[in-house]
């Protein structure tokens, strides 16, 4: 991690202890500073969380059917003052719980 902070490849002939800015002027590698963003080396965290969404929507398909509601406009989300997910818009659905004996 060292090295990675103080290559000159990255911040050039300088000392990168130096309030230089004119350094991140010129034109670099687009990922050189997303170390855990795109690549090899990317956050473990994301892969687990797109397993992790998969599966819940693997199960709840499984546990649910999805029934178009048509011309409805009521929404659930209507009478919420505040809603933290990210929904699109014009698309009403309804799960209805799938029976036992279907498979």
């Not at 490849?9 to 963003?37: C, S």
């Not at 398909?61 to 929904?87: H, M, N, P, W």
């Amino acid at each position: 991690m060292y090295t990675l902070h103080f290559d000159p490849d990255l911040w050039g002939p300088v000392d990168p202890n130096t309030f230089y800015p004119e350094r991140f002027a010129t034109k670099r590698h687009p990922l050189a500073w997303i170390p855990f963003g795109i690549g090899p080396r990317s956050c473990v965290g994301m892969r687990f969380a797109l397993m992790e969404m998969k599966l819940v929507l693997a199960r709840l398909l499984k546990t649910y059917s999805i029934i178009d509601c048509g011309e409805q406009t009521y929404r659930a989300t209507d009478q919420l003052e505040e809603v933290t997910v990210i929904s699109p818009k014009n698309i009403i659905i309804r799960l209805q719980h799938r029976d036992e004996k279907m498979v």
